[in-house]
């Protein structure tokens, strides 16, 4: 291994070497083509699929993707992992949609679903920063928590019956003038905030600290259980505006509305070039690996049978995360 | 780790000294089996009716979520984690319901219970292989994995169904003789006994808990840890074919749609048992406690009549409950 790193170090940098520091260093250049790749694929095995329309449809969905990735984004740059966020995104839209009938609206509704979504975040975060729990199975255990609570509340809210609020399905489904999602308006704020705290603020800095060297972290005096705490509700109440988005866009309220976007949301994070294991990666990446993901699933979705489908995503995502593996271990 | 090798170094001991270490090297343990009998106790209390009879009903309905903690044991001892173990059980309970419907009789059916376990085992080698090849994180790899295998199981099965021979649903279903001994605990101890127990004791034993604990010491005292990581993975998916057989015995059917609750479940049974999710500490026996006791919470919201959603919350609860106070008193003893 040593050996190995060494000699292509002395050689002068060959074309495989470059292609992987390019991936180390710019992960978002190779994604892009990949991006790019993927639609001139698209548009070759079904010419006339890519247009103004499909790429809007692709977007729309795609940020929603985006969102909760961003929740696997954080959580894993300090080396966490959030598994609840699927649960509690579930959790917030059902709950809104069961006010819309109630006094106060579906708006009161809101206001609630938020509080509980950064409630179970905060419940997470005391675990995993204070208690030290293992954020795998501290968040597994907070999402079964919301997951028979909003069970619950569906059987509770049976005779009052539940609704999308139009207003949230204008937002999820709605296109303004027919090319530019409306669930836009939601995302890039959302992003671009991410994206500068990250880059440019001390609590960015920190959680890529806390994931680098957590004792290295402590030493230098982050007050790592402050950070944790805040990221896992940041996480909790992100999941929960993914929740209403895909509400919205699917115009379905149901506890398990977005549970089937847990493990995509992990693997556009991974795509990303976010590294599992913490310290290493950010949230532009993310975006573009929510956007291959949504390409490929709609692609996959015309060509092949569902089996088929899943077959090939998988090996897709152990192929890139083994491309990204290589290209890190070898600087 | 050091407890295996304590005793080995010290073949002869005091019965009273033999006792007071394997209390002490499984406090965990054993303070889960007093919650279980309290647990118990408590059932017995809330529901009048629970017999010695409807502890195999327990047993049989807890058999495939057992072995899929003791598979998911192995592979987090072993420092890996393995998420595909549900998909890994619906492929696996899938073709042995088509291959059983297909061919009928009961020494075909023998012939693919044997064939089904070799299939558990080379899902779990891909897995290692992919593991140790890549260096992708376990978690990343199973979770894609577990969309392969779950996409091959609809292949096998579009919809549930198939058949399961009658020998193998006798296997599971009912007491063997005596109402205390369900017999699904009894294939559960069988197959402990044979796949875990003789590993554990080995030199491969060893590893498992070496590379766990410590890949780079493990590797300088030349524990061979890829190997033994891929073996863990094997042996992972061995466990799971047996899930996957058991799944198939308990309901007569294969469906191709993996049960998320399994993998979540069988990771939260294996912390609640005691195995570190760093890797290198623990064993099977815990997360066995720890199945139990979870399911018998859900039954016992269902005698109580308690809306049986609140048992899931109940579930998470205990889960982060016993952890955090486990961790805070770890963090306590540190610090003193």
Redesign the interface.
Known sequence: MTAATGMARDRAPSRSAAWRNLLRDYPLIPLTILLVLLVLTVELARPGTVSANWAAFTVRQAAILAILAACQTLTMLTGG?D?SIGYIASMAGFVTATFVHQPGGWVFGLVVALTASALAGL?SGI?IGI????P???T??????V???S??WQ?QSVQTGAGVPPELRTLGTGLTADVIPNDLAVFVPVAVALILMLRRTGYGRMLYAIGDNPVAARLSGVRSWQVLVVLYVLSAVLAAIAGLLQMGLSNTASVTLV?PYL?PS??AA?IGGTS??GGRGGYSGTIVGALILTVLAGFLSIVLP??????V???I??LV??A???AT?AG | MSAATTRMDQPRQRPADMIRAFGRDNTWTLGLLGFLAILLAFTKFVNPNYSLGSLSSTATSVLPLALAAVAQAIVVISGGIDLSISAQMALTSCVAATMMKDHPGDGTAVAIVIGVILLGMLLGAINGALVVLTKVPDIVVTLATSFVFAGVALLVRPAPGGSAAQWLKDLVVGPAGIDLLPKAAVVLVVIVAVVWIPVSRSRLGISLYAIGSNPLAAFRSGVPVSRTKFISYVLTGLVGAFAGLSLTASTGIGSPVPEATYVLISIGAVVLGGVSLAGGIGGVFGPLVAVVVLQLIRDDMTFMRVNPNYGLVAQGFILIGVLMAGSFIQIRRSRA
């Open positions: 992992i598994l419940v675990g208690f030290r729990v293992h795998l199975i501290m597994l255990g907070m999402g079964l928590i997951f028979g609570f069970n619950v059987l549970t493990l992990v693997a991974v599992i294991v569902e089996p088929w489908r899943q077959i995503f998988g090996s995502v152990v995360a083994a990204y593996t290589r271990a």
